[in-house]
């Protein structure tokens, strides 16, 4: 049976669309935005310039991922390395464009029903830009389709000692640490994804084989795509392109093939299969 195209998919991204099963869409995706820079360079233009021209990509990958109806999307836009390792200008300017994004986006993101969350140490951001990231999560709070979630000053590993700071303070708070019991659902519920699902695939660009601190814990069991486009030339296209590379992967979670309860798609208790 021929699948019915959504609504808004332009006809190279019909094409692609009609090639997926719609019932094994990965239902959380996470993506690490890199190439900015690179892209830049080949073009003789400042780093800025590579920048500015990524937002336009994270417009059409956020408009396609919430027109096939993926739930969750979760963009890895300024790390905490980021913040402390780059010029001051770039930051500053990085800064800008976020607040520029989120002035401007707030209208298409209802226009798409899409809700914005952000991770990520925020309190460590000017307030300024706190101001205006804590605004367009007001103004979309009430939108019920996908969830895109923006990591800003993120570090998986701050992540970590955060949540194991707050279950030490909770079980100092309730009556000490003699009845402290840890497992990976405390871990889980004291993340700053604990509003998500674990990721079923992380999409990176610009054909660097690395995580660089993103998400670590939830993406265990992710599927992993590297594409060496580019982030400025990533477009809903490519994402369908990597949607389409997922569901030809077998996912097992540590059990076997023929066995695993859903060859693709969410697995509510990864860890409790084993390695894969
Ligand atoms: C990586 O490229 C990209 C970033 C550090 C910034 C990401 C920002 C955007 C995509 C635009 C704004 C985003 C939002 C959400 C408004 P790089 O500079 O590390 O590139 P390089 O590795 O080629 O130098």
Not at 9 to 26: C, G, T
Not at 27 to 48: S, T
Not at 257 to 271: F, I, K, L, N
Request: hydrophobic share 40%.
């Amino acid at each position: 049976m021929q699948a019915t195209i959504p609504a808004g998919l332009d006809r190279k991204e019909a094409e692609v669309y009609r090639q997926l099963d719609p019932e094994r869409l990965p239902k959380h995706i996470a993506i690490i935005m890199d190439g900015n820079g690179r892209w830049a360079r080949r073009r003789h233009l400042p780093r800025m310039a590579g920048h500015r021209a990524g937002v336009a990509s994270v417009r059409s990958t956020v408009e396609t991922a919430a027109r096939i109806g993926i739930p969750w999307l979760t963009l890895y836009a300024f790390s905490e390395e980021n913040w402390k390792k780059r010029p001051r200008s770039e930051v500053d300017f990085l800064m800008g464009l976020l607040c520029r994004y989120l002035k401007a986006e707030v209208p298409t993101l209802n226009k798409n029903n899409i809700r914005l969350e952000y991770i990520g140490r925020q309190h460590e951001l000017p307030p300024m830009v706190q101001e205006k990231m804590a605004w367009a999560r007001e103004a979309t709070a009430a939108n019920t389709g996908m969830v895109l979630t923006l990591a800003l000053n993120y570090s998986a590993r701050t992540e970590l000692v955060d949540a194991f700071r707050s279950i030490v303070d909770a079980a100092a708070r309730n009556g000490g640490l003699d009845h402290l019991e840890i497992d990976e659902d405390a871990v889980s519920q004291n993340l700053y994804t604990r509003h998500l699902p674990d990721p079923d695939l992380v999409v990176r660009t610009s054909g660097e084989m690395r995580l660089s601190n993103f998400l670590l814990w939830q993406l265990a069991y992710a599927e992993i795509y590297v594409t060496p486009t580019l982030w400025p030339e990533f477009r809903g296209l490519q994402l369908l392109e990597g949607i389409a590379e997922y569901q030809k992967r077998e996912r097992r979670y540590g059990g076997l093939a023929d066995h695993a309860p859903h060859a693709h798609g969410s697995h509510p208790h990864p860890s409790k299969t084993g390695r894969s």
